[in-house]
């Protein structure tokens, strides 16, 4: 099947400071990729809609300029948390889609952990 | 607007029992329906996928749901469970084609007892 690489896989940062983490679709284009987060022990909640080349949809709540998302290319889109907090600390997920219609399938990345000290 | 519910957020079950967790949607239009499967710390793998047809689904690991309309259910089963089936499970719920967004439910940890 499809792949979703994420990077990195774990990330420690200090508070205030901004990490960014990768998700790349390497065998396939993703005009779409949807980043998630999960809390401990808890679902995962759909954050945003990366969409490549126009601006991410954010879900309601979720704070569009603490998460930046950038999708530059069909087969890469960022997420940059800003001036990250300890509530901040999670695991982030992203997946992308691919095929057509009842085809279609999505993929997910490995996952990212950060935490924010 | 679509939504998952697991109604059981642990199953504890004993090694080769049989194991069913539970999972009802809501939504108004068509679904396609999903059961994935999250080891510690890793990301998500599909188990099954229910799109049309049959609605009996077979996935990986010995693993079946059915899909059932008038219940509006996607119960996954296992005949037999082994030590290795401990995970968390998330049924999932998509209108795949339209928009691409999947929902979620909360997840159900499956402990398999020795």
């Known amino acids: 099947g499809a792949v979703v690489s994420q990077h990195p896989s774990w990330v420690i940062c200090k508070s205030g400071t901004s990490v960014k983490i990768e998700c790349r679709s390497l065998d396939f284009q993703a005009t779409t990729m949807f980043w998630y987060r999960q809390f401990p022990k808890q679902s995962l909640m759909l954050m945003a809609t990366s969409n490549e080349g126009s601006k991410a949809t954010y879900e309601q709540g979720v704070e569009k300029d603490k998460f930046l998302i950038n999708h530059a290319s069909l087969t890469l889109s960022t997420l940059t948390v800003t001036s990250a907090h300890p509530e901040d600390s999670s695991f982030y997920i992203c997946s992308a889609p691919t095929g057509t219609g009842r085809n279609t399938e999505a993929f997910f990345g490995q996952g990212t952990r950060l935490t924010v000290v | 607007a679509q939504s998952v519910t697991q109604l059981d957020s642990q199953v504890p079950v004993f090694e080769e029992a049989p194991v069913e967790l539970r999972c009802n949607y809501s939504?108004?239009?068509?679904?396609?329906l999903f059961w994935y499967v999250q080891y510690p710390n890793q990301g998500l793998q599909l188990l099954l996928k229910?799109?049309?047809?049959?609605?009996l689904v077979k996935g990986i690991n010995g693993f079946e749901a059915e899909f059932n309309k008038s219940q509006t259910s996607f119960h996954l089963r296992k005949p037999s469970v082994h030590i290795s089936d401990t995970a968390e499970y998330f049924c999932?719920?998509?209108?795949?084609?339209?928009?691409?967004?999947?929902?979620f439910g909360k997840g159900t940890r499956l402990h398999i007892l020795p």
């Open positions: 229910y799109l049309s047809g049959s609605t």
């Open positions: 939504s108004s239009v068509s679904v396609y």
């Open positions: 999932a719920v998509s209108d795949l084609g339209r928009d691409d967004k999947i929902i």
